[in-house]
């Protein structure tokens, strides 16, 4: 008996091909043109269905998330940034935001306001060093696009918007640089690629030659990064 599959559909006036995401909360999201009919959209998902069941059957990036055990901010404990953990010390007096020198320093606030300042520095961080780098893989794939935003997106590492906006999440200023600058080169090569094809990992692999490490760091941490804060 054939697996019932559940999707919803996002349809826009200016998207001219149909492609099918499996978000990491197991939902799946067929993005297809206006003009696509119900029946078309069935018949695609229908003929994709032994993909979409190897996406949610996943082992790893789509199982449930653990409570992060013992991410207390406190003094000794450790968090992420670019790939390396780093020692926390809470700083009792004296401090109103989040400093960095080799280690976090963190305001001796209620915990619930400690994480909201650590979040908040790494938001800002993200902004700093992410967007930039998005204009210079824009400039050497040859693409234009119409902004990039650090957004919160619990389920996904970046998108690309039918209006050619660039969206990457905030947490991925946890991760190494080879795998924010392989998220951005993938977000940006969806806008000459709408498909993974053979044709588009090919584009994103002359941007990032280590684009096979990337996608397993993501794959084996990519938990890790969306823990705590």
Same mark, same amino acid.
């Given at each position: ?23 990491r909360?197991r &939902? #799946?999201?067929?993005? @297809? ?9 069935? *018949?695609? =998902? %229908? ?31 450790s ?24 280690g ?28 930039? &780098? #998005?204009?210079?893989? @824009? ?5 234009e696009?119409?902004?990039? *935003?650090? =957004? %919160? ?22 991760a ?8 951005i ?45």
């Open positions: 008996m054939l697996v019932d599959l559940a999707y919803t559909v996002q349809r826009s006036a200016k998207r001219r091909k149909l492609t099918i995401a499996v978000e909360d &939902r #799946v999201v067929v993005h @297809a043109p206006a003009s696509a009919t119900d029946e078309a959209i069935r *018949r695609v =998902v %229908d003929s994709k269905r032994d993909w979409i069941l190897e996406k949610l059957r996943h082992p790893q990036k789509y199982r449930d998330l653990p409570h992060p055990p013992g991410k207390e901010l406190v003094s000794g404990e968090a992420l940034y670019l790939g390396r953990q780093y020692r926390i010390e809470v700083v009792a007096e004296g401090l109103d935001a989040v400093e960095f020198n080799q976090f320093l963190v305001p001796g606030s209620k915990v619930t306001e400690r994480r909201a300042a650590l979040r908040a520095w790494y938001v800002a961080r993200a902004n700093e060093k992410i967007l930039p &780098r #998005v204009s210079r893989f @824009a400039r050497s794939l040859g693409v696009f119409k902004r990039a *935003r650090i =957004v %919160d997106n619990r389920y996904r590492w970046g998108s690309c918007t039918v209006k050619d906006s660039v969206n990457l999440n905030w947490r991925l200023i946890k190494p640089m080879f795998v924010i600058d392989y998220v080169a993938h977000e940006l090569a969806h806008l000459m690629e709408a498909n993974h094809s053979q044709r588009f990992w090919n584009l994103v692999r002359t941007q990032i030659p280590q684009m096979t490490k990337a996608r397993t760091w993501l794959r084996e941490n990519g938990r890790i990064l969306e823990q705590g804060v």
